[in-house]
Structure formats: structure tokens, C-alpha cells
């Protein structure tokens, strides 16, 4: 593909080496690791205690926002006090709205990273219409406000991330490319072709958001046009605002490792509205998974006709049931484990029962299907339905309530199928699949009311399930298909992880109508936390929403409140509002720009004083922090988008 060496094998992208004080990023370097200070800049204490803690965690690179002229004096202190301490770990100066702040800097760290969204442009969400002169006017004023620094830079040695955020996109952009993902791409180029002018070329580059989408979308476009130019330049991965808890962590699992697998990028920071050093063990752990890792069997290359990475479609399949077609993707939480299922497990796939009513109540999280060894010997809810492996399903007295779970020959030689669904397991290029007959598809597609399950034994299955997701649109089959994961971790913080990548990396690809998690962890509550990582990855693609979504940046010195505590309060509140986006932000740099995909903002805009915004308008101004947030839950009432909490 032009964006990536291999779709089905880990073949990492070769770059531009870039040297950031005594590291390299790019070529053949490792991964690096990145993350930055929530500390004030003016405090050095403070700030040195924070870098250590995350250096100590395996941070490789240490970046510090430099909002003013004196943060960015007080830098020399910082790196002082840690060369001292013996830390020798790279520091990034983080610029917006300043750049006499970048160009002092630029003389003392030894990266800086610029906006271009915000370096020279103010943005006040204007349509401005340019002829091509005037165009031209606004990219050599542009040059004349970044020149300096490029030249700083070059004298100092120091690097450059030139890092466009999707929120934060200039007018001048938007008005010529739109909120695209190529606007985000020009953005960043504009910039680029100065420094290039000036022989400069120790930069890396970015493109985040906060919609994983949008963001991988956005990356992809730039390696194509980098490749397609030759001047590859080392790529900085993450999911901007990502929040925090497993929300965050599966959202930016989503995101960064969707193009780990296309073998792109060359430093990942995970962002999360937790302590820095907690970002540290989530982007190892996406890292590992392709160091030593080789496709057993190797995956086939083949055409891939028909594919577009750079523009999102689902793909289009017959429905089965509530499988496929215009329906959302399904979950199926798997109770493989249990030796027998009682009414009370189901509350951990969002089934709970009333005794008194008598009567099953459904979360919005609530399973489509659950998978079990042998049939339950209650009443179900109305709406669940129950997969059996086929031989316990023939046992079955309530067939309507249990659908067969066939491996290709049960259902090729059954007798007796169901006549609503019948799933059929379909190994992908393992050594499984090598048995297979090469007419087992368009056979097993003939089948009346089929559904595929697809899974992989292949270390590297993610692409084994995407080369054969290629072979059923190459044969034209339509089948709805269900992704199964299954996770070779004991720990439920791994496991998190490898199914937010695999299914969410398949998902964004526009293939799959449902997913299925399974593993063998050592947890008890194992199957409710794979039931919930299903439903995080749905609503972090944004194919299935059912929850409030938190679009909270990780904090910074920049941060007027505390970002934790208040998240965690609007959270206690609203997180039964089912399709809300709400930002929280705490300054006005990750203000309307970077939470442009929320319904409702809450931004900090001096000390103890809170601006709403309803999308990107502002509503009211400068609210004392203590009554914030009861104004937001009124703003959100004022719009019609309140409910209250229904009670169990």
C-alpha cells in the first residue's frame, strides 16, 4: 500500500534518522517512549521530581510546556538540576501561542515541538475565502514568523516536532482544505517545506486527534505523501485527549496501535488524565507486541483491489439476525470458562434480574449474545440469545433461545441447523487455515442464515484476519462477520490492550460487524472486563455508542484546575448520558480547537474559573470553579440533551 511496506507482515517504515540531543529516532533506532511534565515549568523542583518518576518508568523523552518567555528560561535550571542528578534523558520544549518562547528554548533543550495550528495563526473559527495570491501572502507571512526558529535550530543541533492537532487546525486551513485529515496534513507540510528550505531536516512529525479515526486516517495520508515524495521523516503517535481509566487506555490502543500494525511510527506518547509515570507501562506494553514477533505461517501477500486505508466504509454484508447489514456491531461476552452460568453472572454482561418485578432489566452495555459450554437452566432475558458449541446445542430444549457454534465441517455435514443464525468458526492463516479446501468459503457462504467468526492462531493475527477479510471481497462473499480475539495474557491490563489493537485496528478498516473476546486470565472478573473492552473499542471506533464519551486532555503546567479530580467529578454525574461528548480542558490551548469533537466543553480559563462551551461557541464566561460543574449539568439541561439516572 502506499502508506505502509506490508499490510500483512510488521515491516516498520524506514525514516530520516533524527537526533534528539544523544538519541535517535527514526531509521533503525527503537521505538522511543515519550510523556510529559503536569508540573508548573517555574517550579523546577516540582518539575525535576516528576522527570525522574517518569524517566524512572522508561520514559525516553521528557517534555515540558513552555507557555511564556520565563518557563522557557527557567528550562536551563530544569536540565541543569537533572544533568546533575545524572539523568542525561532528552528534554522537548512544548510551544503554542509563543514563539520567543520556542526561540530561547531552542538554545538550551534539544527538541521543541510547534503547533502549526497556533504558532502563527489565531484562530477565531472564521470562513475566509482566498484567491491564491492571498494564500500566498498568508504562507510567506507564516515563513517570516517561523524562520527564526528554524534558524536557531539548525545552529543549536537542536530537533523539531512540527505536531498538528485536528482541534486546532488555523482558519486559513480550514477555509482551503476543511476539517480533513488533508488539512491536518497541509498543515503540517506548510511548515515542513520552510524548514526544508532552509536545510533543516532534524524533525519529526505528527498528526493527533482525539477521534482514532480521524487520527489514523490523518498519518496514513502523510506516509503516502512522504513516500511518494522520498523524504520520510520520523512520526510521533497518539491519540490527543484520550481521558483516563480504561476508556483512555483503550481509545490510544485504538489509535497508536492500529498504525503500529501498518509498521508506522517511531515514537508513541500515550496520553492519559493520570500521572505521567502511569503512561509509561501502557506504551511499553503496545511496543512489545512487534519486537521479536514474526507471522507463523507467513501471511500470503495479495492484491488489495478495492481497499481505501485513507477513507473509512464499512463493508457492506446480508444481515443475520441484528448481524450485519445497517446493524451496529454485536458482543458476544464469553462464559467458555464457566463449568455452569447462573442468573447472577449475567450481570456481568449487562443483564440484571429483579426478584421482586421479576423481571430482567438491560444495561446500554448489555450483550447481544453470550457464549456458553452447555445450556443455562434459567429463564433468559427477552432479548439474549445463547451460542452453544453444536454438539450441546442439539441437547438444547428452548432452540429459539440457542444458536449452534459449527467448526466448517460440522456445518458442511449437519444434519440440522438453525434457523436463525448459525455462526461458523473460520481459522485465518495458521496453520489451521492451511488445511482448509480452497472452496470452503463460497461453500460455507451457500448456507442458509451463516455468519463467519474468524480468529487466528498466527502471532500475528490482526493481519492474518485482514488478508482473509480480502479474499471474501475478492469472491464477492457477503457474510456478516464476527471478529474473535482471544488474548495469550494472564493479566486483564495486557489483555486490554491486545484486543483494543487487534479488533479496533480490523474495525477501522471498515471490516467486522461484531467482536469476541476470550483469554485465559487469572482474574474472576476476567469476563466482565472483556465485556466492557468490547463495548470501549465500539464507541472508541464510533461504531457503537453507549456511554457518555470524555474527551479530557492528560494536564500539563499550562493547567488551571485539577484535571483528575475534575474529571472524575463530571464523570460521578454524567456517565449515564448515553452519545455526550464532554471536553474537559484545562487551559484554553486544549480548549475549543482541541476538543472540536465534543457536544459540551469545560475549559479552565484563569485561576478557579471555568468558560462552557456548548460545540465550539462560548456560552458562558469565567464561572467560579466551585459551581462549574452543577453549570454544565444546566447547560446540558438547557439543551435537551439531560436525563436523569434511572434507578435499580
Known amino acids: 500500500m502506499p502508506h505502509s511496506n506490508s499490510l500483512f507482515e510488521y515491516s516498520r517504515l524506514l525514516t530520516r534518522e533524527v537526533m534528539v540531543g544523544e538519541l535517535g529516532l527514526g531509521a533503525v533506532h527503537p521505538i522511543r517512549i515519550q510523556s510529559m511534565t503536569t508540573t508548573t515549568t517555574l517550579d523546577t523542583r516540582a518539575t525535576v521530581a516528576q522527570s525522574i518518576r517518569m524517566i524512572e518508568a522508561g520514559c525516553e523523552l521528557v517534555r515540558i510546556t513552555t507557555p511564556t518567555l520565563n518557563d ?7 536540565k541543569r538540576e537533572l544533568r546533575a542528578s545524572g539523568y542525561r534523558t532528552p528534554l522537548v520544549a512544548d510551544i503554542h501561542f509563543t514563539p520567543n518562547a520556542a526561540e530561547h528554548a531552542a538554545r538550551i533543550v534539544e527538541k521543541v515541538r510547534v503547533n502549526p495550528g497556533n504558532y502563527a495563526d489565531k484562530k477565531k473559527f472564521e470562513n475566509i475565502e482566498y484567491t491564491d495570491q492571498a494564500y500566498q501572502d498568508e504562507l510567506d507571512r507564516i515563513r517570516e514568523r517561523f524562520l527564526p526558529l528554524v534558524k536557531i535550530c539548525r545552529q543549536y543541533g537542536t530537533a523539531m516536532r512540527i505536531g498538528t492537532n485536528h482541534g486546532s487546525l488555523s482558519d486559513r486551513i480550514l477555509s482551503r482544505y476543511g476539517d480533513t485529515p488533508l488539512g491536518m496534513v ?21 498528526m493527533k486527534a482525539s477521534n482514532p479515526q480521524v487520527m489514523v486516517q490523518a498519518y496514513r495520508l502523510l506516509a503516502e505523501k512522504m513516500k511518494a515524495e522520498n523524504r520520510i521523516y520520523p512520526l510521533h503517535l497518539g491519540v490527543t485527549e484520550a481521558g483516563d481509566g480504561e476508556d483512555g487506555r483503550i481509545k490510544s490502543a485504538v489509535g497508536i496501535g492500529t498504525l503500529l500494525e501498518d509498521g508506522l511510527g517511531d515514537t508513541i506518547r500515550v496520553s492519559l488524565t493520570e500521572e505521567p509515570e502511569a503512561e509509561m507501562p501502557v506504551a511499553k506494553a503496545l511496543i512489545e507486541r512487534y519486537y521479536r514477533r514474526k507471522a507463523d505461517p507467513a501471511i500470503p501477500p495479495c492484491s488489495a483491489a478495492g481497499y481505501d486505508p485513507l477513507n473509512y466504509e464499512r463493508r457492506t454484508s446480508v444481515p ?6 445497517r446493524h451496529v456491531p454485536v458482543v458476544v461476552t464469553d462464559f467458555g470458562s464457566f463449568t455452569e452460568v447462573h442468573a447472577d453472572d449475567l450481570t456481568m454482561a449487562g443483564y440484571g434480574y429483579d426478584p ?23 429463564e433468559l432475558p427477552g432479548s439474549l440469545r445463547v451460542i452453544l458449541p453444536f454438539a450441546e446445542w442439539k441437547k438444547a430444549n428452548r432452540p429459539a433461545k440457542y444458536i449452534p457454534l459449527f467448526t466448517a465441517v460440522e456445518l458442511l455435514s449437519a444434519e440440522q441447523i438453525s434457523p436463525i443464525m448459525n455462526p461458523v468458526v473460520l481459522p485465518c492463516y495458521d496453520h489451521e487455515f492451511a488445511a482448509l479446501p480452497a472452496d470452503i468459503f463460497n461453500k460455507l457462504a451457500a448456507v442458509p442464515r451463516v455468519v463467519f467468526v474468524l480468529r ?12 482473509l477479510m480480502f479474499d471474501l471481497e475478492e469472491k464477492a462473499i457477503r457474510v456478516p462477520v464476527i471478529f474473535h480475539s482471544h488474548s495469550p495474557y494472564p493479566d486483564e491490563a495486557h489483555s486490554l490492550l491486545h484486543f483494543s489493537v487487534e479488533c479496533g485496528a480490523l474495525l477501522l478498516d471498515g471490516w467486522g460487524d461484531g467482536i469476541w473476546h476470550s483469554g485465559s486470565l487469572l482474574s474472576g472478573t476476567a469476563t466482565e472486563a472483556m465485556h466492557r473492552c468490547a463495548f470501549g473499542i465500539l464507541q472508541a471506533t464510533r461504531l457503537r455508542i453507549s456511554k457518555t464519551e470524555y474527551i479530557s486532555c492528560p494536564s500539563c503546567g499550562r493547567t488551571l484546575f485539577d484535571l483528575q479530580e475534575t474529571t472524575a467529578m463530571i464523570r460521578s454525574r454524567t456517565d449515564h448520558l448515553k452519545g455526550i461528548k464532554i471536553g474537559i480542558m484545562g487551559c484554553i490551548v486544549n480548549g475549543p480547537g482541541e476538543m472540536a469533537d465534543a457536544d459540551y466543553g469545560y475549559v479552565g480559563t484563569g485561576p478557579g474559573r471555568i468558560t462552557l462551551y456548548k460545540g465550539k461557541t462560548v456560552v458562558r464566561r469565567n464561572i467560579d470553579a466551585g459551581n462549574a460543574v452543577d453549570e454544565l449539568i444546566a447547560l446540558i439541561k438547557e439543551n435537551g440533551d439531560w436525563k436523569e439516572r434511572e434507578e435499580r
Request: proline share 3%; aromatic share 10%; with cysteine.
Open 72 to 78: 522557557a528560561k527557567n528550562l536551563e535550571n530544569i
Open 456 to 467: 487466528s492462531s498466527n502471532p500475528h493475527a490482526m493481519p492474518a484476519i485482514r488478508r
Open 320 to 325: 443475520v439476525m441484528n448481524v450485519g447489514g
Open 356 to 378: 421482586v418485578l421479576d423481571k430482567w432489566h438491560s444495561a446500554e452495555q448489555a450483550a447481544d449474545f453470550i457464549f456458553c459450554k452447555k445450556q443455562i437452566e434459567f
Open 186 to 206: 497541509e498543515s503540517a507540510l506548510e511548515f515542513l517545506r520552510i524548514c526544508e528550505d532552509e536545510k533543516y531536516f532534524n524533525i519529526v512529525l505528527s
